[in-house]
């Protein structure tokens, strides 16, 4: 196996391993079902990308046989019409400008249809990787929402609560544990998004990957700056025991 490239194998075997490790830790959180979801999102990806790269084989030979059809197509018409204008001495000057402008529109009209063409594979891979990377997305801002009301404030000696404050049920060390599975969860999010680009040369697939990816860092230095804040605060209550 390759270093230069990311296998979805490993990715799968990384999230499944995270997702024991959560669900023998905090087995009754939903963040245990959000771990299920990534690893369901990685096997279907995994099983739609290899039919998927089966039917690119086949649209990609297609679409080259209609390219080298349209040319030969176009060429043949551009020289049946060269070749009967000159054999009309009759044709002045004047006369050749709708030649012309019939020559020019016949090879505007080749360039769009070789275009649209070529690009066929491209646009359903970007269809299928747009998708999955839509369902990545929600799944980072999920994976936020289950941190978002995990304040270390509240472990601070003195803290008071109101009435509308948020039940806390874990202590420093589970709180800790459960910021970091997070966090992991979230570079997997990412990694998972990697994946989209590893077969893509696609501007707006590696563009949406690169936002996926920034989105996941972004929340997960959140997650990195409360875990240093609990950490903090379990050192200044330990000096404070002693």
Known sequence: MGLERLESEMVLKTVE??????????????????????????RESSGV?????????????????????????????????????????????VQWLPLMESTVND??????A??????????LLRSRALKLLHRLRSLAH??????????????RTGFKETSASVELTLDADQLIHYLEYCSELLSLVGKTAALCAEDSQDNVVLDTVSTVEGLTVDLSRKIWQKIQVVGELREDQSSSAV
């Open 17 to 42: 391993t995270l997702h024991v490790r959560i669900a023998a830790r905090f087995p009754d959180r939903g963040l245990v079902k959000v771990a299920e979801e990534l690893a369901g999102l990685i």
């Open 142 to 155: 999920i994976i936020d929402m289950h941190q978002l009301t995990k304040d270390p404030e509240r472990l």
């Open 114 to 123: 070789i275009f649209f063409l070529y690009t066929i594979p491209e646009r």
């Open 107 to 112: 090879l505007i009209f080749a360039a769009v």
């Open 49 to 93: 990308e290899d039919r998927l790269r089966q039917r690119l084989v086949w649209t990609r030979a297609a679409s080259r046989v209609l390219i080298v059809a349209v040319l030969a197509l176009t060429l043949a018409a551009i020289i049946w019409g060269l070749a009967t204008a000159f054999g009309d001495e009759t044709l002045t000057g």
